[in-house]
C-alpha cells in the first residue's frame, strides 16, 4: 500500500532556486523598462515632468469627473484585450489553432485601438505631427477590422455575434458623425459621436467576456470528458485484468 511518504519530492510547494530566479526575472525586466521611462521622463527637458507623471484632468486643474466616460471607455477597452489574449492562448494550447488565430487577431486590434483612445492617435497626434488627415486614420482603423472580420469569419460565427454587430452599428454611428457632421466636438454633435463610439466599446467588451468565456469552458469540459474517459477505460482495463 502507498503512503504519502511516497510523494514525490519535486512538489511544487517547494520550489527550486532556479524556480525563483526564473519567476523574478520577469519581474526585474518589467522594473527594468518601467525605470527607463522614469528616467527618460525626468532628463527630458520639453515639458515639465510633472506632466507626464500626473493625470492629465489633474495638470490641467479640471475636476475629477472630466473625460469619465473616455476613461470608462478605455477600461472597456482594457478588458477586451485581455479577454481575447487569454482566449486566444487558451484555444492555442488545445489546438484550435483558428479560434486562436481570431481572438488573437481581435485582441491585437483592440489593442491598437486602445493605444488610439490613450495617445490621441488620430484625433491629434498623427494630424498634427506628420499631417495625416484623421480620416484617413480612421479608414485605416476601419480597414484593418474589417480584414479581421473577414480572416475570422467562420469564428466568429460561432461566437456572440450579436454583440459584434452591435458594435459595428455604433461605431458606424459615431464615424459617420465625426466625417460627415459638421461641427467641433462640444454639443449634441459631440455627445452623439462620442456616445455611440462608446457604447460600441461596451459591446465589444460584452462579445470579448462572453465569447473568451464560452471557448475557455469548453476547451476546460473537453479536456474533463477526456480525462474521464482514460479514468474509465484504465478502470476496465484493471477488473478485466482482475477477474
Given at each position: 500500500m502507498s503512503t504519502p511518504a511516497e510523494l514525490p519530492t519535486s512538489d511544487r510547494r517547494?520550489?527550486?532556486?532556479?524556480?525563483?530566479?526564473?519567476?523574478?526575472a520577469p519581474l526585474a525586466g518589467l522594473w527594468a523598462l518601467g525605470l527607463l521611462i522614469i528616467t527618460a521622463a525626468l532628463v527630458q527637458d520639453q515639458v515639465p515632468a510633472e506632466d507626464l507623471f500626473m493625470d492629465a484632468s489633474f495638470v490641467g486643474g479640471q475636476r475629477w469627473f472630466v473625460?469619465?466616460?473616455?476613461?470608462?471607455?478605455m477600461?472597456?477597452?482594457?478588458t477586451s484585450v485581455c479577454f481575447c489574449l487569454i482566449a486566444a492562448w487558451v484555444a492555442r494550447l488545445a489546438g484550435r489553432?483558428?479560434?486562436?488565430?481570431?481572438?488573437?487577431?481581435?485582441?491585437?486590434l483592440f489593442v491598437l485601438l486602445l493605444l488610439d483612445d490613450l495617445f490621441l492617435f488620430h484625433s491629434d497626434l498623427l494630424p498634427r505631427t506628420l499631417g495625416v488627415p484623421k480620416v484617413a486614420v480612421l479608414a485605416c482603423y476601419g480597414g484593418l477590422g474589417l480584414i479581421w472580420a473577414?480572416?475570422?469569419?467562420?469564428?466568429l460565427a460561432?461566437?456572440?455575434?450579436?454583440?459584434?454587430?452591435g458594435a459595428a452599428v455604433a461605431f458606424g454611428v459615431s464615424l459617420a458623425v465625426e466625417v460627415v457632421v459638421p461641427g467641433g466636438d462640444t454639443g449634441l454633435r459631440g455627445a452623439v459621436e462620442d456616445g455611440a463610439k462608446f457604447l460600441g466599446i461596451l459591446a465589444l467588451a460584452l462579445w470579448s467576456i462572453t465569447s473568451a468565456t464560452d471557448v475557455i469552458r469548453s476547451v476546460v469540459n473537453e479536456r474533463s470528458t477526456a480525462g474521464e474517459t482514460v479514468r474509465e477505460n484504465r478502470d476496465v482495463v484493471t477488473a478485466d485484468g482482475i477477474g
Open positions: 517547494t520550489p527550486k532556486a532556479t524556480d525563483v530566479i526564473g519567476a523574478i473625460g469619465m466616460v473616455a476613461a470608462l471607455g477600461v472597456a477597452w482594457t489553432t483558428r479560434a486562436a488565430s481570431a481572438f488573437r487577431g481581435g485582441g491585437l473577414l480572416n475570422s469569419a467562420q469564428e460561432r461566437t456572440r455575434v450579436q454583440s459584434l454587430i
